[in-house]
């Protein structure tokens, strides 16, 4: 079993950065696909950005591509998330999550407890 823990999120202005971190932990990192998602007041959950076990394969939500990068180093079992040009409609609780099976879509095995992000306009 693994253990995610995001860091990073906060209060920015729109077309400011911000980068999140999803620490793991109990597994060495290598062993799962991971993903970020992410989730809006009042509404579901959505997909954002996933990537594969070595890093070389990535995949982005039509809506942040271009914005939005998805990077991972498993030497440090941590996972990124580097958010530019951020719209107040990326304003959500992002959630990091593991599983092993090659889709970068739900469902995930594990989740962190996720991180606030707020882009004022």
């Known amino acids: 079993q693994v253990q995610l823990v995001e860091s990073g999120g906060g209060l920015v202005q729109a077309g400011g950065s911000l980068r999140l971190s999803c620490a793991a932990s109990g597994r060495t990192l290598s062993r799962y696909i991971m993903g970020w998602f992410r989730q809006a007041p009042g509404k579901e959950r959505d997909f954002v950005a996933g990537i594969s076990w070595s890093g070389s394969t990535t995949d982005f939500a039509d809506s942040v591509k271009g914005r939005f990068t998805i990077s991972r180093d498993n030497t440090k079992n941590t996972v990124y998330l580097q958010m530019n040009s951020l719209k107040p409609e990326d304003t959500a609780i992002y959630y990091c999550?593991?599983?092993?099976?090659?889709?970068?879509?739900?469902?995930?095995?594990?989740w962190g407890q996720g991180t606030q992000v707020t882009v004022s306009s």
């Open positions: 999550a593991a599983k092993t099976k090659l889709t970068f879509r739900e469902p995930y095995d594990y």
